[in-house]
């Protein structure tokens, strides 16, 4: 089991791009983001989280994201593409993910993917 980061304020981080001047003022928002929630983790469990979770799962796939979460330590990258794969498949800057909800067939993510 283990606590990783969804950002600190879980804002849109693409949607969001336009209201910020230049690469460098939007580059500072997305380490300010990951960095607080990162350091909000550790304060607690004394472990840094290594995976983001992208709110909203805006931004799968963006290059700063991509950067920015690099530099910041983060191993990989949760997307919400709805979707699995196998270890071949694997791409850590967009790693998809099934959803488990209370309403959630288990039988049909079994017919879909085993």
Same mark, same amino acid.
């Given at each position: 089991? +283990?606590?990783?980061? %969804?950002?600190?304020? %879980?804002?849109?981080?693409?949607?969001? !791009?336009?209201?910020?001047? +230049?690469?460098? $003022?939007?580059?500072?928002?997305? $380490?300010?983001?990951?960095?607080? +929630?990162? #350091?909000?983790?550790?304060?607690?469990?004394?472990?840094? *989280?290594?995976?983001?979770? @992208?709110?909203?799962?805006?931004?799968?796939?963006?290059? #700063?994201?991509? #950067?920015?979460?690099?530099?910041?330590?983060?191993?990989?990258? !949760? #997307?919400?593409?709805?979707?699995?794969?196998? @270890?071949?498949?694997?791409? @850590? %800057?967009?790693?998809?993910? @099934? *959803?488990?909800?209370? $309403?959630?067939?288990?039988?049909?993510?079994?017919?879909?993917?085993?």
């Amino acid at each position: 089991f +283990s606590f990783e980061s %969804h950002t600190m304020s %879980h804002p849109y981080l693409l949607k969001g !791009r336009e209201k910020f001047k +230049s690469d460098i $003022e939007y580059e500072r928002f997305l $380490e300010k983001e990951f960095q607080q +929630s990162q #350091s909000f983790i550790y304060k607690i469990t004394k472990v840094k *989280p290594k995976f983001l979770a @992208l709110p909203f799962g805006d931004g799968a796939w963006n290059p #700063s994201i991509i #950067s920015v979460a690099t530099r910041k330590g983060y191993n990989g990258i !949760r #997307s919400s593409i709805w979707d699995a794969c196998t @270890l071949a498949d694997l791409n @850590l %800057h967009c790693m998809p993910g @099934l *959803p488990v909800l209370s $309403e959630t067939n288990i039988k049909d993510l079994c017919n879909r993917y085993l």
